[in-house]
Nanobody, 124 residues
């Protein structure tokens, strides 16, 4: 099992920044790729960004490219999502996820483990 705990959400004005953190524990060898998803009420959970834990290669949804940056810290077993130039449409619950797949993974059903989510609200 892999346990994921997100933190760092909050309320920010449009144009502002937030950094989300996801601390991982448990069977760390099971988390080859880690990702961030987001979901708003009545909508499907959508992929935001992903990172290969071992290689560090990253991939992003088009809607956040150039504004969001995903990174990881080996020593802290933590993945980060730096969110800049935030827009009201970025408002959502953000979820950290991990998958045993060793490839680019952007679908919800490709991820095995999920955190509890953290709310991000961007005011206009």
């Amino acid at each position: 099992q892999v346990q994921l705990v997100e933190s760092g959400g909050g309320l920010v004005q449009a144009g502002g920044s937030l950094r989300l953190s996801c601390a991982a524990s448990g069977r760390t060898f099971s988390r080859n790729v880690m990702g961030w998803f987001r979901q708003t009420a009545g909508k499907e959970r959508e992929f935001v960004a992903g990172i290969s834990w071992s290689i560090g290669s990253t991939f992003y949804a088009d809607s956040v490219k150039g504004r969001f940056t995903i990174s990881r810290d080996y020593s802290k077993n933590t993945v980060y999502l730096q969110m800049n130039s935030l827009k009201p449409e970025d408002t959502a619950v953000y979820y950290c996820a991990a998958t045993t797949l060793k490839q680019v993974a952007v679908r919800r059903d490709e991820y095995n483990y999920w955190g509890q989510g953290t709310q991000v609200t961007v005011s206009s």
